[in-house]
């Protein structure tokens, strides 16, 4: 740790050390305020705008060149999408800004690459931020109410059941804020090389599937299945996993206080999608995508890229653009009955983005999920699963579950999604440099 102090105060610049303070921030930021996590990274961005315009430090980008030149490819999808909107008033901040988050994934490389000691400041930052959010839970959990006097959320007029938020407030957005991480945080302790690191996942694994399932966020629990599925198929204590995962929710589903969690996740659900109408043979019910009005917010998007096939209606652009088709043609519903809703987005990543920014940002960013994809396939197969290989699996995971097709999803280019999202992409391109060493 003196040694590390050391480095920090005596072999950093001035500028870097703003940024590595500015990064060990923003995992706990986005905890408690979207605000000063957006202002974190915004300043960060902004350095490294200063280092690019001055030609200081860039070499060390030239290892990601086909990275960089496939994100701006996708920010000029953005920009012509925004030039062609009809609503350009709307769209553009959130169009013309977006460049900021790739930025901030460029500042996490930037500091990996250049001080060999980053990586431990960068790791007990994210692993200290994520303990406060957990312990903060558990607190909640008992007491009924967090360290800043949060209760847990939920009325019996709202949803008939008490759920966990921590520091999130009114905001259900803990689940999937600790499982959007737990990817990045496995690819970190693979990357350590500690001999009890298989110890450390387990245990986080059960401690954050535990959170997860009480927060009653059931999007965030199917994320969580899929790490678990990843998880276990990489893992060498498969059976070992499965015996303690198995009876943590087990215990979870039957003896928790609230029981109606479980009707939420079980009975809930059945009903939305349709399904319990086959266990009573019911013919005159539909099955559902998830629910009825996921499944009309998804006809909506799909009414609204038939209009803007090629660059979308532009970003946030989603309740506009249904109001006026809303008001221009008589709505006939569909043979599933489907009508258009309008709301600020479509529920659904690939939806979203065809009907805001098009079918070219549409193959982007489906030629990113299956590249990733397949990626993780292929590590499997790899006899020699070293530490570097479970890190990159791993790291790929926090992007998949990220773009993952057919599920329920918040905007994409919400400004809180996307900091989630390209925080451990600084990590990948890390990581996918050190590949391209070891493959030299």
């Known amino acids: 740790m003196r040694q590390l102090l050391y480095n920090l105060k005596e072999k950093t610049d001035f500028l870097d050390k703003i940024l590595i303070f ?36 860039i070499n ?18 953005i920009l012509l999408s925004l030039l062609l909107s009809n609503y350009k008033d709307v769209s553009f901040l959130a169009s013309f800004f977006y460049f900021r988050y790739f930025l901030l994934s460029l500042t996490i490389f930037y500091l990996l ?43 019996l007029q709202r949803d008939s059941l008490i759920y966990l938020t921590s520091f999130f407030g009114e905001e259900k957005k803990l689940g999937s804020y600790l499982v959007r991480f737990l990817p990045l945080i496995l690819s970190l302790i693979a990357f350590y090389k500690s001999k009890n690191s298989i110890y450390f996942e387990i245990i986080i694994l059960i401690f954050f599937g535990s959170i ?26 498969k059976i070992y996993f499965l015996i303690l995962i198995s009876v943590v929710f087990i215990f979870l589903f039957n003896f928790n206080p609230d029981k109606r969690l479980v009707d939420k996740y079980i009975n809930f659900t059945l009903k939305q999608t349709g399904l319990i109408s086959l266990v009573k043979k019911d013919n005159s019910q539909i099955i559902r995508y998830y629910s009825e009005e996921h499944e009309n917010l998804s006809y909506t998007g799909l009414v609204i890229f038939k209009e803007n096939i090629f660059f979308g209606s532009g970003i946030k652009t989603f309740f506009h653009q249904c109001s006026n088709i809303k008001n221009k043609k008589k709505i006939i519903k569909t043979k599933r009955n489907n009508e258009l809703v309008c709301s600020t987005h479509p529920h ?26 397949f990626t993780n396939i292929k590590i499997l197969f790899n006899n020699n699963k070293n530490y570097f290989l479970k890190s990159y699996y791993f790291i790929n995971l926090s992007l998949i579950i990220n773009l993952l097709p057919l599920i329920p999803s918040g905007s994409f280019f919400n400004n809180w999604i996307s900091l989630i999202i390209f925080f451990p992409l600084g990590f990948w391109l890390y990581i996918i440099k050190k590949n391209d060493l070891k493959c030299q």
């Open 22 to 57: 500015n990064i060990t921030l923003i995992p706990l930021s986005l905890a408690i305020s979207i605000f000063f996590a957006d202002l974190l990274a915004s300043v960060s961005s902004l350095i490294l705008m200063y280092y690019f315009l001055t030609k200081k430090n």
């Open 60 to 77: 060390f980008f030239k290892s990601i060149k086909k990275e960089i030149i496939f994100f701006l490819t996708f920010y000029v999808i």
């Open 113 to 155: 690459t250049k001080y060999d000691y980053y990586f431990k400041i960068f790791f007990f930052s994210i692993f200290i931020s994520l303990g406060v959010v957990i312990c903060d839970s558990i607190i909640q959990q008992i007491l009924g109410f967090n360290l800043f006097g949060y209760p847990k959320e939920g009325t």
């Open 212 to 237: 997860i399932f009480l927060t009653s966020e059931r999007t965030a629990l199917f994320l969580l299945f899929v790490i678990y599925f990843f998880y276990i198929l990489i893992s060498n204590r």
């Open 348 to 373: 659904n990543t690939y939806v979203q983005i065809l009907s805001e920014i098009g079918i070219f940002g549409f193959l982007m960013i489906s030629f990113l999920f299956v590249f990733l994809f």
